[in-house]
């Protein structure tokens, strides 16, 4: 028990980090995005770009909150 | 090795490779010097031969179980998050948010938890060296093998990945030998700015091609210009970037610093 929890205590670690919030303003778009490719909007060439900006859009919004939760470390 | 690309990914991987050697460097060093050299070189060996075992198991699996737009999607969805994880770090520091990373102060803090720790031996070695020297050694050389099996496969050019990582270990070991002392004058913040950069451009560029393993044929997503965009993806990243610094710039006086952590006894006589 002791080495699973370690064993997913270390991934959450590596994958995660110190800031959940990244990796969530990452998997937001590109769960939307999904949405769209499932939907038949797969040969679109607009839509690539378009999750671009949404990926940046998402990173500003990650990296606000965490500025007005830890103004400085 | 002769195109551009092939100096691109080689170039990549080296420096990637630097910044996490001149970490693990710094907390085999703080060990060795502090505590026992034959307990940290066993865990740094023991993270070696695990870290073998990793990247074998890995690399055939990503390479041979997946197909292309999942490979691409998986990645590209690790690479952004360690990229983005880089840069916001790396645009906090130059505005002045955070403290910059200091190898001299990181190495004096393991220096100190080395003098606090105890002395519990196991199997015949400092367990707390080997250990911590293990866990260091194995933590940043997981994120060189993934950087390396990653950036290899979608090059297609495994060995001048290899090459890149390989270069970068043996430029931070001769380097360790010759100054025989944390490596400070890395800029090491620079260089994180530039891999972050790296990572989330080409996270940016599979993660949204691998969405197409969701679609029945399994077909990447196509981006106008093909390989081309990533281009214009690095620089909308360095723009991006440069205006969250301005945004964020705090005085030069209000900069935080590590504070260099004292062990118990040294505090008790402060």
């Known amino acids: 028990m002791k080495f699973i929890k370690g064993f997913f205590h270390f991934w959450y670690d590596f994958i995660i980090g110190d800031d959940w919030k990244i990796a969530v303003s990452v998997l937001i778009p590109l769960v939307v995005g999904a949405g769209f490719v499932l939907n038949g909007f797969e040969d679109s060439l607009l839509l690539p770009p378009i999750l671009a900006v949404a990926l940046a859009a998402s990173f500003v919004v990650a990296l606000s909150i965490d500025v007005k939760q830890h103004p400085s470390d | 090795m002769g195109s551009s690309t092939d100096w691109g990914l080689a170039i990549s991987v080296f420096v990637a490779a630097i910044v996490e050697m001149v970490e693990a460097l710094t907390i085999v060093l703080a060990m060795g010097m502090t505590r026992s050299w034959k307990s940290t070189l066993y865990g740094v060996g023991t993270a070696l031969v695990a870290l073998t075992g990793f990247t074998a198991v890995t690399g055939y699996a990503l390479a041979n179980w997946l197909p292309r737009s999942s490979l691409q999607l998986v990645i590209g969805v690790l690479l952004l998050i360690f990229g983005l994880q880089w840069l916001k770090k790396a645009i906090l520091r130059s505005a002045g948010r955070k403290a910059m990373h200091d190898e001299a102060r990181i190495y004096q803090n393991k220096v100190n938890a080395a003098a606090a720790a105890g002395d519990k031996v196991r199997f015949g070695l400092d367990w707390f060296s080997f250990v911590v020297s293990f866990k260091g050694t194995f933590l940043e050389g997981v994120e060189v093998v993934f950087i390396v099996i990653t950036f290899g496969l979608n090059a297609n050019n495994m060995p001048v990945a290899i090459m890149g990582a390989v270069a970068a270990v043996v430029v931070v070991l001769l380097a360790a030998i010759v100054i025989h002392a944390p490596l400070t004058k890395v800029p090491e913040n620079t260089l994180k700015f530039g891999v972050g950069l790296l990572l989330t451009t080409f996270g940016t560029f599979w993660a949204v091609e691998g969405l197409g393993a969701l ?8 981006w106008v210009m093909s390989d081309l965009v990533l281009l214009p993806i690095l620089a909308g990243w360095v723009l991006l970037s440069a205006i969250l610094v ?25």
Request: aromatic residues 0%.
């Open chain 2, 215 to 222: 679609t029945p044929s399994h077909t990447s997503l196509e």
């Open chain 2, 246 to 270: 301005k945004i964020l710039k705090v005085p030069a006086d209000q900069v935080p610093v590590i504070e260099i952590i004292q062990p118990v006894s040294v505090r008790e006589e402060a």
